[in-house]
């Protein structure tokens, strides 16, 4: 069984930076990994994600549109943590943010569902103030 835990959520002004970290322990079937957010304006899917793609039979990055640009996830296979790197924050960027693991393969063009994943963690809260 596989486990999740973030870390680096935190309060801080809009502009500013955070980097999200979601290490993983346990024996789990591997899969796709995603970030996803808890918040009054909820993504309708991830915020991102890492996957393998069905469409070039390689590796494909994910962004959800409002964040493209100003996310970059990121995997570290030697720490086993996946990371989110967050740079100009906005207010409505604010939620509780959470990791997702063993998640299917999907085409480019699929949005990534939290359902889809058999694993996730507990969360860690961003508060983004303007």
């Known amino acids: 069984q596989v486990q999740l835990v973030e870390s680096g959520g935190g309060s801080v002004e809009a502009g500013k930076s955070l980097r999200l970290s979601c290490t993983v322990s346990?024996?789990?079937?591997?899969?796709?990994m995603a970030w996803f957010r808890q918040s009054l304006q909820p993504e309708r899917g991830a915020v991102a994600a890492?996957?393998?793609?069905?469409?070039?039979?390689?590796?494909?990055?994910y962004y959800a549109d409002s964040v493209k640009g100003r996310f970059t996830i990121s995997k570290d296979n030697a720490k086993n943590t996946m990371y989110l790197q967050m740079n100009s924050l906005k207010p409505e960027d604010t939620g509780t943010y959470y990791c997702?693991?063993?998640?299917?393969?999907?085409?480019?063009?699929?949005?990534?569902?939290?359902?889809?994943?058999?694993?996730r963690g507990q969360g860690t809260q961003v508060t983004v103030s303007s």
């Open positions: 346990g024996s789990g079937r591997g899969g796709s």
């Open positions: 997702a693991a063993e998640g299917p393969y999907y085409h480019d063009t699929d949005v990534p569902m939290a359902p889809d994943f058999g694993a």
């Open positions: 890492l996957y393998t793609s069905l469409t070039t039979r390689g590796a494909g990055t």
